[in-house]
């Protein structure tokens, strides 16, 4: 499938997954993420059941605190 994953084009062997798969996929590993699907912002409670097909456009941000 390919996906447009934080404004780039990804192609990836897989017909489908979900976003949770997705993540670690890419090795995602910050523990604050913010994520969305088509615009749609997806929990984190969610992510394993949020499926991501060929043409979504996902958004996978870090949030980084501090003062």
């Known amino acids: 499938m390919k996906i447009t994953l934080n ?13 949770q798969e997705l993540i670690d996929y890419k090795n995602f ?6 994520t969305k699907v088509n ?3 997806v ?4 992510r394993d059941r949020a499926i991501v097909r060929d ?6 941000l870090h949030l ?3 003062g």
Not at 29 to 34: E, G, P, Y
């Open 7 to 19: 404004n780039r084009e990804e192609s990836i062997d897989k017909e489908m997954m979900t976003l």
């Open 29 to 34: 590993t910050f523990k604050l993420l913010v």
């Open 39 to 41: 615009g749609k912002l």
């Open 43 to 46: 929990k984190k409670d969610q």
């Open 55 to 60: 043409g979504d456009k996902v958004t996978v």
């Open 64 to 66: 980084v605190s501090g």
